[in-house]
Protein backbone atom coordinates (compact mmCIF):
# COMPACT_ATOMS: atom_id res chain seq x y z
CA UNK A 1 0.00 0.00 0.00
CA UNK A 2 1.73 3.23 -1.34
CA UNK A 3 1.64 6.34 0.32
CA UNK A 4 2.92 8.83 2.99
CA UNK A 5 2.64 7.82 6.83
CA UNK A 6 2.73 10.34 9.40
CA UNK A 7 2.33 9.32 13.19
CA UNK A 8 0.79 10.21 15.49
CA UNK A 9 -2.20 12.14 14.05
CA UNK A 10 -2.70 13.79 17.50
CA UNK A 11 0.56 14.86 19.18
CA UNK A 12 0.56 16.74 23.04
CA UNK A 13 3.15 18.67 24.84
CA UNK A 14 4.14 20.74 27.43
CA UNK A 15 5.64 23.69 26.47
CA UNK A 16 9.89 23.80 26.61
CA UNK A 17 9.54 20.10 25.02
CA UNK A 18 10.96 19.35 22.20
CA UNK A 19 9.12 16.62 19.64
CA UNK A 20 9.72 14.87 16.62
CA UNK A 21 6.91 14.83 13.88
CA UNK A 22 7.56 11.29 11.90
CA UNK A 23 7.17 11.40 8.29
CA UNK A 24 7.87 8.22 6.33
CA UNK A 25 6.91 7.04 2.37
CA UNK A 26 7.13 4.75 0.25
CA UNK A 27 6.82 6.18 -2.95
CA UNK A 28 10.32 6.50 -3.86
CA UNK A 29 10.40 10.49 -4.14
CA UNK A 30 13.02 12.72 -4.23
CA UNK A 31 11.67 15.51 -2.76
CA UNK A 32 9.99 16.23 0.84
CA UNK A 33 8.53 19.10 2.02
CA UNK A 34 6.94 20.20 6.11
CA UNK A 35 4.18 22.43 5.39
CA UNK A 36 2.11 23.88 8.54
CA UNK A 37 -1.12 25.22 8.29
CA UNK A 38 -3.07 27.42 10.50
CA UNK A 39 -6.26 28.42 10.79
CA UNK A 40 -7.33 31.00 7.70
CA UNK A 41 -4.10 30.91 6.51
CA UNK A 42 -2.37 28.74 3.51
CA UNK A 43 0.02 26.27 4.14
CA UNK A 44 3.58 27.76 4.67
CA UNK A 45 6.68 25.66 3.91
CA UNK A 46 9.01 24.95 7.07
CA UNK A 47 11.52 23.19 5.45
CA UNK A 48 12.42 20.77 2.01
CA UNK A 49 14.65 18.18 0.87
CA UNK A 50 15.58 17.33 -2.51
CA UNK A 51 17.41 14.69 -2.19
CA UNK A 52 19.30 12.42 0.86
CA UNK A 53 21.35 14.40 2.91
CA UNK A 54 20.39 17.88 1.71
CA UNK A 55 17.62 19.86 2.92
CA UNK A 56 16.60 23.79 2.53
CA UNK A 57 14.90 26.01 4.93
CA UNK A 58 11.65 26.89 3.78
CA UNK A 59 9.69 30.38 4.43
CA UNK A 60 9.36 30.01 8.66
CA UNK A 61 12.15 27.76 9.48
CA UNK A 62 12.98 28.85 12.81
CA UNK A 63 12.21 26.94 15.79
CA UNK A 64 12.19 23.50 13.61
CA UNK A 65 15.19 21.23 12.45
CA UNK A 66 15.30 18.61 10.36
CA UNK A 67 17.27 15.42 8.87
CA UNK A 68 16.83 13.19 5.99
CA UNK A 69 19.25 10.43 6.37
CA UNK A 70 17.00 8.07 4.37
CA UNK A 71 15.27 8.64 1.13
CA UNK A 72 12.18 7.39 2.72
CA UNK A 73 12.13 9.23 5.53
CA UNK A 74 11.99 13.06 6.90
CA UNK A 75 11.91 13.92 10.65
CA UNK A 76 10.57 17.71 11.65
CA UNK A 77 11.52 18.34 15.51
CA UNK A 78 9.76 21.06 16.86
CA UNK A 79 11.94 22.96 19.57
CA UNK A 80 11.41 24.64 22.27
CA UNK A 81 12.37 27.59 19.88
CA UNK A 82 9.51 27.38 18.42
CA UNK A 83 7.13 30.16 19.55
CA UNK A 84 3.73 29.21 18.61
CA UNK A 85 4.19 25.23 17.71
CA UNK A 86 0.70 24.60 17.95
CA UNK A 87 -0.63 23.67 14.47
CA UNK A 88 -1.58 21.18 12.04
CA UNK A 89 1.72 19.67 10.41
CA UNK A 90 1.85 18.35 6.98
CA UNK A 91 4.61 16.22 5.07
CA UNK A 92 4.71 16.00 1.39
CA UNK A 93 6.50 14.37 -1.66
CA UNK A 94 7.05 14.92 -4.90
CA UNK A 95 8.97 12.81 -7.79
CA UNK A 96 11.36 15.94 -8.34
CA UNK A 97 12.49 19.29 -5.78
CA UNK A 98 10.72 21.79 -8.19
CA UNK A 99 7.92 21.77 -6.21
CA UNK A 100 5.29 23.10 -8.60
CA UNK A 101 5.76 21.36 -11.43
CA UNK A 102 5.56 18.03 -10.09
CA UNK A 103 2.07 16.54 -8.27
CA UNK A 104 2.49 16.92 -4.30
CA UNK A 105 1.59 14.16 -2.49
CA UNK A 106 0.07 14.67 0.78
CA UNK A 107 0.51 12.34 4.63
CA UNK A 108 -2.80 12.44 6.55
CA UNK A 109 -1.25 15.29 8.85
CA UNK A 110 0.00 15.57 12.59
CA UNK A 111 -1.89 18.00 14.60
CA UNK A 112 0.11 19.07 17.43
CA UNK A 113 -1.04 20.74 20.26
CA UNK A 114 1.95 22.55 22.94
CA UNK A 115 0.24 23.68 26.26
CA UNK B 1 -1.06 40.67 -0.74
CA UNK B 2 -0.86 37.39 -0.92
CA UNK B 3 1.06 35.77 -4.13
CA UNK B 4 -2.18 33.36 -4.49
CA UNK B 5 -5.56 34.74 -3.64
CA UNK B 6 -8.56 32.76 -3.59
CA UNK B 7 -11.98 33.83 -3.92
CA UNK B 8 -14.45 33.03 -2.08
CA UNK B 9 -13.35 32.20 1.44
CA UNK B 10 -17.12 30.30 2.14
CA UNK B 11 -19.24 28.57 -0.22
CA UNK B 12 -22.61 27.30 0.17
CA UNK B 13 -24.43 25.76 -1.97
CA UNK B 14 -27.74 23.36 -2.38
CA UNK B 15 -27.14 19.77 -4.29
CA UNK B 16 -26.94 19.66 -8.00
CA UNK B 17 -25.88 23.69 -8.45
CA UNK B 18 -23.24 24.35 -10.25
CA UNK B 19 -19.96 25.69 -8.48
CA UNK B 20 -17.08 27.86 -9.28
CA UNK B 21 -13.80 28.74 -7.14
CA UNK B 22 -11.23 31.54 -8.31
CA UNK B 23 -7.83 31.61 -8.25
CA UNK B 24 -5.43 34.56 -9.21
CA UNK B 25 -1.92 34.27 -8.59
CA UNK B 26 0.87 37.05 -8.49
CA UNK B 27 3.84 35.40 -9.14
CA UNK B 28 5.43 33.14 -12.18
CA UNK B 29 4.24 29.62 -11.91
CA UNK B 30 5.18 26.63 -13.86
CA UNK B 31 2.02 24.82 -12.87
CA UNK B 32 -0.90 25.75 -10.83
CA UNK B 33 -2.30 22.95 -8.68
CA UNK B 34 -5.60 22.86 -7.25
CA UNK B 35 -5.93 21.20 -4.28
CA UNK B 36 -9.01 19.82 -2.43
CA UNK B 37 -8.76 19.26 1.92
CA UNK B 38 -11.30 16.74 3.65
CA UNK B 39 -12.69 17.70 7.29
CA UNK B 40 -10.17 15.18 8.52
CA UNK B 41 -7.29 17.33 7.36
CA UNK B 42 -5.82 14.96 4.66
CA UNK B 43 -4.97 16.62 1.30
CA UNK B 44 -5.20 14.99 -2.06
CA UNK B 45 -4.23 16.69 -5.57
CA UNK B 46 -7.65 17.61 -7.80
CA UNK B 47 -5.48 19.23 -10.85
CA UNK B 48 -2.23 20.25 -12.12
CA UNK B 49 -2.55 22.41 -14.88
CA UNK B 50 0.01 25.23 -16.81
CA UNK B 51 -2.65 25.75 -19.68
CA UNK B 52 -5.94 24.89 -21.23
CA UNK B 53 -8.44 23.38 -19.55
CA UNK B 54 -8.62 19.81 -17.38
CA UNK B 55 -11.68 17.68 -17.00
CA UNK B 56 -12.34 15.12 -14.41
CA UNK B 57 -15.61 13.66 -13.39
CA UNK B 58 -17.63 16.78 -12.08
CA UNK B 59 -14.76 18.79 -11.73
CA UNK B 60 -12.96 21.06 -14.15
CA UNK B 61 -10.25 23.32 -13.73
CA UNK B 62 -8.73 25.86 -16.25
CA UNK B 63 -6.27 28.49 -16.16
CA UNK B 64 -5.64 31.92 -18.31
CA UNK B 65 -1.94 32.18 -18.03
CA UNK B 66 -2.60 35.95 -19.65
CA UNK B 67 -4.68 37.22 -16.76
CA UNK B 68 -2.87 34.47 -14.03
CA UNK B 69 -6.46 33.41 -13.16
CA UNK B 70 -7.41 29.55 -12.71
CA UNK B 71 -11.00 28.44 -11.73
CA UNK B 72 -12.27 25.10 -10.53
CA UNK B 73 -15.84 23.86 -11.50
CA UNK B 74 -18.26 21.44 -10.26
CA UNK B 75 -20.74 20.67 -12.06
CA UNK B 76 -24.30 18.74 -10.51
CA UNK B 77 -22.35 19.72 -7.10
CA UNK B 78 -22.88 16.87 -4.02
CA UNK B 79 -22.80 16.76 -0.36
CA UNK B 80 -19.63 14.48 -0.42
CA UNK B 81 -17.99 17.87 -2.63
CA UNK B 82 -17.85 19.33 0.99
CA UNK B 83 -14.30 20.54 1.70
CA UNK B 84 -11.81 23.30 1.93
CA UNK B 85 -10.25 23.49 -2.28
CA UNK B 86 -7.19 25.06 -2.21
CA UNK B 87 -4.88 26.39 -5.33
CA UNK B 88 -1.38 26.79 -5.15
CA UNK B 89 1.67 27.59 -7.49
CA UNK B 90 4.85 28.94 -8.25
CA UNK B 91 8.72 27.85 -8.99
CA UNK B 92 10.59 25.44 -7.03
CA UNK B 93 8.02 26.42 -4.18
CA UNK B 94 4.63 26.71 -3.65
CA UNK B 95 2.56 29.23 -2.77
CA UNK B 96 -0.77 28.37 -1.24
CA UNK B 97 -3.87 30.28 -1.43
CA UNK B 98 -5.94 30.53 2.41
CA UNK B 99 -8.51 28.18 0.52
CA UNK B 100 -12.02 28.12 0.03
CA UNK B 101 -14.30 26.23 2.20
CA UNK B 102 -17.76 24.71 0.41
CA UNK B 103 -20.38 23.29 2.06
CA UNK B 104 -22.85 21.42 -0.35
CA UNK B 105 -26.71 21.29 1.40
CA UNK B 106 -28.86 18.29 0.54
Known amino acids: DGGITQSPKYLFRKEGQNVTLSCEQN?????MYWYRQDPGQGLRLIYY???????QKGDIAEGYSVSREKKESFPLTVTSAQKNPTAFYLC??????????????FGPGTRLTVT | KNEVEQSPQNLTAQEGEFITINCSYS?????LHWLQQHPGGGIVSLFM???GKKKHGRLIATINIQEKHSSLHITASHPRDSAVYIC????????FGTGTSLTVIP
Open chain 1, 92 to 105: ATSTSGRASSYEQY
Open chain 1, 27 to 31: LNHDA
Open chain 1, 49 to 55: SQIVNDF
Open chain 2, 27 to 31: VGISA
Open chain 2, 49 to 51: LSS
Open chain 2, 88 to 95: AGGGNQFY
